[in-house]
């Protein structure tokens, strides 16, 4: 089992930054890889960026160039830095934390990008 805390949303004007951290704890050997994912009001849950054990990284294209993920083994937390927020990346941001068998979900934090 592996449980996930997150912590660093909040209200921001456009063009401004928000930077989310997760922090994991339990059975961390179990995880390949480890994402956060967004879900806005009527929309569906999409990926946002991810970072495997490797330190691969992935981003989906409305944020690449202006969010990076990045990780700190020793702290187990996995961050995400985002800039040049625009109010369309308003939403509820989850970490998820990818098992070889299960899927792991944080509570989720709001992120607010006011116009």
């Known amino acids: 089992q592996v449980l996930l805390v997150e912590s660093g949303g909040g209200l921001v004007q456009a063009g401004g930054s928000l930077r989310l951290s997760c922090a994991a704890s339990?059975?961390?050997?179990?995880?390949?890889?480890m994402g956060w994912y967004r879900q806005a009001p009527g929309k569906q849950r999409e990926l946002v960026a991810a970072i495997t054990r490797a330190g691969s990284t992935n981003y989906a294209d409305s944020v690449k160039g202006r969010f990076t993920i990045s990780r700190d083994n020793a702290k187990n937390t996995v961050y995400l830095q985002m800039n040049s927020l625009k109010p369309e990346d308003t939403a509820v941001y989850y970490c998820n934390a990818a098992g070889w068998s299960d899927d792991y979900w944080g509570q989720g934090t709001q992120g607010t990008v006011s116009s």
């Open positions: 339990g059975s961390i050997f179990s995880i390949k890889a």
